[in-house]
């Protein structure tokens, strides 16, 4: 059973460029959180979808961020007309109700560099 | 409102010593707290967790935390530190079973030969 996967793992774009983080979660699970660790800093929830559905988006800023999770297919993060300040690593973690976990699962992360 | 605060972003200890991380927690409902480890340019890896019963929590890598709800804390603890204990410690809390997580700052943890 593969774990949550996360592409790419390093992604660089320029200024103004659009950034797309792909997430595949774990086999089964229909819920997935985005949460984004700026450098030197904790991680900061952003959204939260399950299937076809936005459930939370408290944490996503206010423009150029969107989120997505289809039925068929990963949860996209992204990112429109990038600046230098969006760099940072972006994790996401899959969980489901039916498997008796208490926590979600994370990915390796997607470090994007904005240069 | 929840939230986290590690006392310490940077903590230096000598490989054999004890590791003490320290983290206090808000929370209008009983909490489910977790400790992850981070090591340079990957992921999130799950130490140990209390969710329910026990306050004394045993998790992987010799780590334990007990949740002390009286002092609104879930300190981690190793009694002897590893060259490989050298990482980030993120302490979190959520509201239930797989909610959002509200994380700590991190302590970063240098381990001295």
């Known amino acids: 059973n593969a774990g949550v996967m996360q592409n790419p793992r390093h992604l660089v774009r320029r200024r103004g460029q659009e950034a797309r983080l792909r997430c595949s979660p774990m086999?089964?699970?229909?819920?997935v959180y985005w949460y984004r660790q700026l450098p030197e800093e904790g991680l900061k929830f952003m959204v939260y979808?399950?299937?076809?559905?936005?459930?939370?988006e408290s944490g996503m800023p206010k423009e150029r961020f969107s989120a997505e999770f289809p039925k068929e297919g990963p949860s996209i993060l992204r990112i429109q007309q990038v600046v230098r300040g969006d760099s940072a690593a972006y994790f996401c973690?899959?969980?489901?109700?039916?498997?008796?976990?208490?926590?979600?699962?994370f990915g390796q992360g997607t470090r994007l560099t904005v240069v | 409102a929840q939230s986290v605060t590690q006392l310490g972003s940077h903590v230096s200890v000598s490989e054999g010593a004890l590791v003490l991380l320290r983290c206090n927690y808000s929370?209008?409902?009983?909490?489910?707290l977790f400790w992850y480890v981070q090591y340079p340019n990957q992921g999130l890896q799950l130490l140990l967790k209390?969710?329910?019963?026990?306050?004394l929590v045993k998790g992987i890598n010799g780590f334990e935390a007990e949740f002390k709800k009286s002092e609104t804390s879930f300190h981690l603890t190793k009694p002897s530190a590893h060259m490989s204990d050298a990482a980030e410690y993120f302490c979190?809390?959520?509201?239930?079973?797989?909610?959002?997580?509200?994380f700590g700052g991190g302590t970063r943890v240098l381990v001295k030969p």
């Open positions: 979190a809390v959520s509201k239930a079973a797989g909610n959002k997580l509200t």
């Open positions: 929370s209008s409902v009983p909490p489910y």
């Open positions: 973690a899959s969980w489901d109700r039916g498997h008796g976990d208490t926590e979600a699962f």
């Open positions: 979808l399950q299937k076809e559905n936005i459930i939370d």
């Open positions: 086999k089964g699970h229909s819920h």
């Open positions: 209390y969710t329910t019963g026990a306050t």
